[in-house]
């Protein structure tokens, strides 16, 4: 890389923070806050800076359980890219990548650029990059080759999104990268896609894990890519929610500290109050179900006698095969 496209970098990142349209372009205001809050240089040529490997199994070991969850989706997001020279890494919410999939091929040139476990990709080392302003910002987005702050990080494509965990607060970044120079607009399209859905499988099979005792929902209507889930206890009430969820339903940690019924959060009626016989008439319901109709059955489960099962019945106005 010459220094004539290193000033002519430069000179542009410059240009375009006086300019004063930060408020209307997102990238310039990650220049702007590269230069002006974290003070970087763009025509800096130093690597990033990495961990040592103690701190690096310290920051993986915090991480841990999404990071067991996120296996499955790494491989086959790797799967889909790798064989296009395409890196896989997943960075925990300081923007140091804690696991990654490359090609052996590719190992070289990857680590060569820093696209490697215990480097430091948060937006305040680094500057405007896929994996830091993905985690600045909290939200979706793809830095190509010279929209990256630093002049030197200008041959890369990154592609990243982010994973909340089961609280909904950011947890990591999962991003695809790529020095390719043949790297069409279409094809990051499509990694763009395939790095969103990969970040929405990790986040729910994380939920799921973290609430293994509890059954887990999807909130009707709420989001098409299915990432907006409950998980409900035995006595139905909500007892976690990922971010889409909470997003879309209205959810917050003082929901869930009320422990809210279930089909009231899923409705959002706001209507009248179970009543005792309603309530009363889904367990019986439910008794029914599991024993096929059988009233005799229905009854042992509950505790009760038949006599007492048909009086109920009668009651609720439920109807029985036997």
């Known amino acids: 890389m010459g220094a004539g496209f290193v000033s002519e970098h430069a000179g542009r990142i410059t240009a375009a923070i006086t300019s004063g349209k930060s408020a209307r372009s997102p ?20 690597t990033p800076g990495r961990i040592s490997d103690v701190e690096l199994a310290q920051a993986r070991q915090v991480i841990e359980p999404l990071l067991i969850a996120a296996q499955p989706s790494l491989d086959r997001l ?11 890494l997943l960075a925990d919410r300081n923007g140091v990548p804690v696991d990654r999939r490359g090609a052996m091929a590719d190992d070289a040139t990857f680590e060569q650029w820093g696209l490697w476990t215990g480097t430091v990709w948060s937006e305040e080392h680094e500057g405007t990059n896929g994996i830091g302003t993905c985690l600045m ?36 970044a999962l991003d695809v990268s790529s020095c390719r120079a043949d790297l069409t607009e279409g094809f990051v399209h499509l990694i763009a896609m395939a790095v969103a859905d990969a970040a929405r499988k990790i986040e729910a099979e994380h939920f799921a894990q973290a609430f293994a005792n509890a059954r887990i929902v999807l909130a009707a209507g709420a989001e098409k ?98």
């Open 78 to 88: 790797f799967q889909a890219v790798g064989g296009v020279g395409c890196s896989v």
């Open 225 to 322: 890519g299915g990432s907006a889930l409950l998980a409900v206890d035995r006595d139905d009430l909500v007892i976690g929610a990922t971010r889409a969820a909470r997003l879309a339903l209205g959810i917050t940690n003082a929901t869930l500290a009320r422990r809210i019924p279930a089909i009231d959060i899923m409705a959002q009626t706001g209507g009248d109050p179970e009543t005792l016989d309603q309530a009363e008439r889904s367990v019986v319901q439910r008794a029914l179900a599991r024993a096929s109709g059988n009233v005799t059955q229905a009854a042992r489960s509950l505790g009760i006698s038949r006599a007492t099962m048909h009086r109920k019945l009668n009651r609720l106005g439920l109807r029985c095969n036997a």
């Open 27 to 46: 990238l310039i205001a990650s220049w702007e806050r590269s230069a002006r809050l974290h003070r970087l240089d763009p025509a800096t040529a130093s």
């Open 137 to 172: 910002e909290s939200r979706a987005l793809t830095i190509h080759r010279d929209q990256h702050f630093h002049a030197r990080d200008s041959a890369l494509s990154c592609t990243t999104a982010p994973v909340y965990d089961e609280h909904g607060e950011l947890a990591a």
